[in-house]
């Protein structure tokens, strides 16, 4: 199983990055797909989850409304637009995914791309 997650660079405040990951070794579109991020000397916090068919989506409080989330079973890839980014958006992100929507932990995880948004 492999989540290879890119897109990660370096933005000024107020601009955007779409991140992507792709899956293989697993039946991509049976899975509930997360995205997670974790900034120097802090924890893992969750930043967004869609499960499988892509008509349910969650997010942290902290996204207001600047982040979506996407998936393209086709594609075996799962998205994160991230607009209006802002110096505390710093950190790696990773994807992860796992077979129930609300319940147990993530099955499986990618190896982070980093994102660093200048002020």
């Known amino acids: 199983v492999q989540l290879q997650a890119s897109g990660g660079g370096l933005v000024q405040a107020g601009g955007s990055l779409r991140l992507s990951c792709a899956a293989s070794?697993?039946?991509?579109?049976?899975?509930?797909m997360g995205w997670f991020r974790q900034a120097p000397g802090k924890e893992r916090e969750f930043v967004a989850k869609?499960?499988?068919?892509?008509?349910?989506?969650f997010y942290a409080t902290f996204v207001k409304g600047r982040f979506t989330i996407a998936r393209d079973n086709a594609k075996n890839t799962v998205y994160l637009q991230m607009n209006n980014l802002q110096p505390e958006d710093t950190a790696a992100y990773y994807c992860?995914?796992?077979?129930?929507?609300?319940?147990?932990?993530?099955?499986?995880w990618g190896q982070g791309t980093q994102v660093t948004v200048s002020s």
């Open positions: 869609i499960n499988w068919s892509g008509g349910s989506t």
């Open positions: 070794g697993i039946t991509f579109s049976s899975y509930t």
């Open positions: 992860a995914a796992r077979t129930t929507w609300d319940r147990g932990s993530y099955d499986y």
